[in-house]
């Protein structure tokens, strides 16, 4: 099994330690195995995409002017 715990800041409504957070917690336990297929797909070339994440937006934690 494993556990993943988030801490996650809603913004605009915070500031460093002071605001709206919230605590997920998550439990993941192995349950069985099915089986599988081995056959094998033919991949198109012109719809292979990249996997790569994309940068997220840059956000201020305060509040200003321009924002």
Same mark, same amino acid.
């Given at each position: 099994?494993?556990?993943?715990?988030?801490?996650?800041?809603?913004?605009?409504? @915070?500031?460093?330690?002071?605001?709206?957070?919230?605590?997920?917690?998550?439990? !993941?336990? &192995? /349950?069985?195995?099915?089986?599988? @297929?081995?056959?094998?797909?033919?991949?198109?070339?012109?719809?292979?995409?990249? !996997?790569? &994440? /994309?940068?997220?937006?840059?956000? @201020?934690?305060?509040?200003?002017?321009?924002?």
């Amino acid at each position: 099994s494993a556990s993943c715990t988030e801490t996650h800041v809603y913004l605009p409504f @915070s500031h460093l330690d002071n605001g709206i957070s919230s605590v997920v917690t998550q439990e !993941l336990s &192995f /349950q069985g195995v099915k089986r599988i @297929s081995t056959r094998t797909f033919d991949a198109e070339r012109l719809q292979a995409k990249p !996997l790569h &994440f /994309q940068d997220p937006e840059d956000k @201020s934690p305060v509040q200003t002017k321009e924002a």
